[in-house]
């Protein structure tokens, strides 16, 4: 089993109903229907949430989101109603609390894929598709995708694997109109976003996004978007494929995980250990480095 090594309890606000704890955020609810949306410093890893937190990645993840939910208006609406929290919330929820539109939410997990890594790479190494989409031969850890693929995956509980499905898979379930309006839609924010990052000097390997219908059929982008934790950044000037890339996502965290170092066996199926600080700060200071070459402003430390 995997999960939380040791699940938060819940804060209690006044006026809001606690529906849910994440790998990340917890989510509420308002009397008016509304959610509100609240990110922690919790960081996962190989389907556990971790016994130690990344101080101050809540707020980083947030102000991302909430830059790309901007950028990307003119192709898809977002859920977000608000960045302000709910009154009577904890001080300390300033800058990492949304409150959004309560959506129908489409259960799956609507994947693009740029270039070739995690267990995409995995897939192809295997039998040279992707999700079911052929891919040609010859292609290395890193390689770009022109053009780049949709890759879609069914939810999991949290300690749960998602697991990567074919176009015709999430056609059976939604119908062949909907799925393929997901995939044109998933295709074409990436393409945006890939294409952004690509003129601040990062490479956009691979994201994941979840939508969710408007009461008018409408989809709407929800939860987070192009954050380090939902995307694969990659230093551009650094870019080779063939190799592992350096990132400025959570790979730090998985490549300590699975070192000598912390003394974890993964395949034992026990909690992983708490990271030492260098591990800590080093993660903040990638997770900082994204937003910052992205947005163009320093993420402070306050």
Same mark, same amino acid.
């Given at each position: 089993m995997s999960g939380f090594v040791v699940k938060p309890e819940p804060v209690q606000v006044p006026g809001l109903t606690h529906l849910h704890t994440g790998k990340? =955020? %917890? /989510?509420?609810?308002?009397?008016?229907? %509304? /959610?509100?949306?609240v990110?922690?410093?919790?960081?996962? *890893?190989? %389907?556990?949430?971790? +016994?130690t937190e990344i101080p101050g990645k809540g707020r980083l993840l947030t102000r991302l989101s909430l830059w790309w939910f901007e950028r990307l208006a003119d192709l898809v609406p977002h859920h977000v109603l608000s960045d302000t929290p709910p009154p009577g919330a904890p001080a300390d929820w300033a800058g990492r609390t949304l409150v959004c539109r309560n959506l129908d939410m489409v259960p799956v997990e609507c994947v693009a894929r740029g270039y070739l890594a995690g267990s995409?790479?995995?897939?192809? =190494? *295997?039998?040279g598709t992707v999700c079911g989409v052929p891919?040609?031969? !010859? /292609? /290395? %850890?890193?390689? =770009?995708?022109? +053009? +780049?693929?949709?890759?879609?995956?069914?939810?999991?509980a949290v300690g749960e694997h998602d697991e990567n499905v074919s176009f015709e898979h999430v056609a059976a379930l939604l119908g062949? !109109?909907?799925a393929a309006e997901l995939r044109d839609l998933t295709l074409a924010v990436y393409a945006r976003g890939r294409a952004l990052?690509?003129?601040? !000097?990062?490479?956009?390997?691979d994201t994941k996004f979840e939508f969710g219908r408007a009461p008018d059929g409408t989809l709407?982008? *929800?939860?987070?978007?192009?954050?380090?934790?939902?995307?694969r950044f990659w230093p551009a000037d650094s870019w080779e494929p063939g190799r592992p890339q350096p990132s400025f996502d959570k790979q730090f965290i998985r490549d300590w995980l699975t070192s000598p170092e912390s003394g974890w066996d993964r395949a034992a199926d026990t909690p992983p250990p708490?990271?030492?600080?260098?591990?800590?700060?080093?993660? =903040?200071?990638?997770y900082e480095e994204a937003v910052t070459r992205l947005t163009g402003r320093p993420f402070g430390r306050s």
């Amino acid at each position: 089993m995997s999960g939380f090594v040791v699940k938060p309890e819940p804060v209690q606000v006044p006026g809001l109903t606690h529906l849910h704890t994440g790998k990340v =955020r %917890d /989510l509420y609810t308002t009397p008016s229907g %509304d /959610l509100v949306m609240v990110a922690s410093d919790r960081v996962s *890893a190989f %389907d556990w949430v971790l +016994p130690t937190e990344i101080p101050g990645k809540g707020r980083l993840l947030t102000r991302l989101s909430l830059w790309w939910f901007e950028r990307l208006a003119d192709l898809v609406p977002h859920h977000v109603l608000s960045d302000t929290p709910p009154p009577g919330a904890p001080a300390d929820w300033a800058g990492r609390t949304l409150v959004c539109r309560n959506l129908d939410m489409v259960p799956v997990e609507c994947v693009a894929r740029g270039y070739l890594a995690g267990s995409g790479l995995a897939e192809y =190494r *295997a039998g040279g598709t992707v999700c079911g989409v052929p891919l040609p031969e !010859g /292609l /290395l %850890d890193g390689s =770009r995708l022109d +053009p +780049p693929i949709f890759t879609p995956a069914t939810k999991a509980a949290v300690g749960e694997h998602d697991e990567n499905v074919s176009f015709e898979h999430v056609a059976a379930l939604l119908g062949a !109109g909907p799925a393929a309006e997901l995939r044109d839609l998933t295709l074409a924010v990436y393409a945006r976003g890939r294409a952004l990052a690509e003129e601040r !000097g990062i490479v956009l390997a691979d994201t994941k996004f979840e939508f969710g219908r408007a009461p008018d059929g409408t989809l709407v982008l *929800a939860d987070e978007v192009f954050t380090p934790d939902s995307s694969r950044f990659w230093p551009a000037d650094s870019w080779e494929p063939g190799r592992p890339q350096p990132s400025f996502d959570k790979q730090f965290i998985r490549d300590w995980l699975t070192s000598p170092e912390s003394g974890w066996d993964r395949a034992a199926d026990t909690p992983p250990p708490p990271l030492p600080p260098e591990v800590v700060e080093a993660t =903040r200071a990638k997770y900082e480095e994204a937003v910052t070459r992205l947005t163009g402003r320093p993420f402070g430390r306050s």
